[in-house]
């Protein structure tokens, strides 16, 4: 792996204070015997500049190392983790700026206290490993972070957006598949084919498939058909947008660069964009919100007058809900499901309120009173008993029994893979604030029919003790406890 200029000259700086501080001398000391200025020595130590042959050779002999002991990159075993996240692709790919780090700064932290950063580094790679954090989780982890920081917000795209639709779809023209399709084959000379998991089973996973070399796009014959507008709209942001860093399938098979995947969620933002336009959206979100009481009817129909799917709809919401209405305290996520069974996997989160909501958990079991899984449990019982194909929306009133804060959530589950029993929930959830209450007129007072439930995050740490849903024993509970009680009766030792 390749090491950056401003990398050697930390390592270098890293090296010369660790010998330094091995053979017991101060940096005047240093000074002095190798005839160079402290002021010059300290820039060396802090990476910021890299000395001449002439240079490091007297360094060299002042600290009676061999010159190819001085200028090797390899450190001592308590600094290796650092050498180690230099020579990896997460500081020379991911946009530091993105989230207001000054690459610089950083540099300067790994210098000032390398031992420290260094264990630090080291745990948090050891937890990777023991967690198989992949790279691109990592990547999706730093995106995430990053569309938090701007409350999943950016006006640059949505301009580009809005000269995209004066340009293409003037007044209020539908941006369908047709309208896609032609602009891929007109203006950017795409071929688009088809392919099913029949012929091709080991594609099946796939939606679609790039190939630059000739300009096709194959399309999995199976999408539904918001799904096909929704790729086809995202291929031409990437043509739109000048994205060239891209991933070439959806969903991924392999993440190269931190560029792609961002690329990627700029083009998707993008179609998000056209699809759902923001002069459509707003006004009729605000019709919903004067209304005092709740139709979960209602909301299905308005995400479904769109031709979106619910994510895609939902998605759109966290960005201007932030912006156009000042409601920033919410969380987005989507648990997966198959029909009949117990389990659920949550596969998408995204938190703009730093406070209590689903994330992911090792070894442990959501809470089943949360309408993101009674729904799909819901959803289930139609599909089996009555053949239900269509999609369902729920609402409800969350209060959290160990904080008592309440949410305000709304959620939508439908078939995402019927041919293997596939179900989807996608939630978006509102933290209970009078700024809330003042622009949801339906909460205030709450609706009648908003049912209102106490839940928790998981079984193994809640203490509804008589919960009928439960499917595990409060164990992580049990155990705190236990703690706890020890505690008490230590301090009450003499």
Partial sequence: MAVYPDHIRLLFGLKLKQIRLDKGLSISELAQTSGLSVSYLTEIEKGRKYPKTDKIAALARAMDVDYDTLVSLKLNKKLEPISDLLRSRFLTEIPLELLGIDPADLLELLAEAPAKVSAMISTVMNIGRSYHVS????????????????DNYFGDIEEESDRFLTEFASGHALVDDTLLSSLLRTHYNYTIQYFDRESNPE????????????????????????????????????QYLNLKNRPYTYSYVEVETFEQILNNYKASYFAGAILIRRDDLIPRLQKIFDQPTWSNEDFLALIQSFQATPERFFYRLSNLLPKHFGIDQLFFYRFNNTAGQTDFHLTKEMHLTRQQGPKSMMDEHYCRRWVALTILQELA?????????????QAQLSTYADTGNTFFIVSVAQSYQPHQQQNMSVSMCFKMNDTLRDKLRFLNPVSPGIPQRIVNEACERCGIFDCRERVAAPTVLQKKRQIEAMKKSLEELK
């Fill in 203 to 238: 594609l099946a996973g796939l939606r679609s498939v790039f190939r630059p070399e000739s300009g096709t796009l194959y399309l999995n014959s199976h999408l539904s058909a918001e799904q096909k507008t929704f790729i086809l709209a995202r291929e031409v942001g990437f």
């Fill in 381 to 393: 019982f139609l599909q089996k008993n009555r053949n239900y194909t269509g999609a369902l929306c």
């Fill in 135 to 150: 790279v691109e989780r990592l990547y999706m982890s730093v995106l995430r972070s990053y569309q938090e920081m701007h």
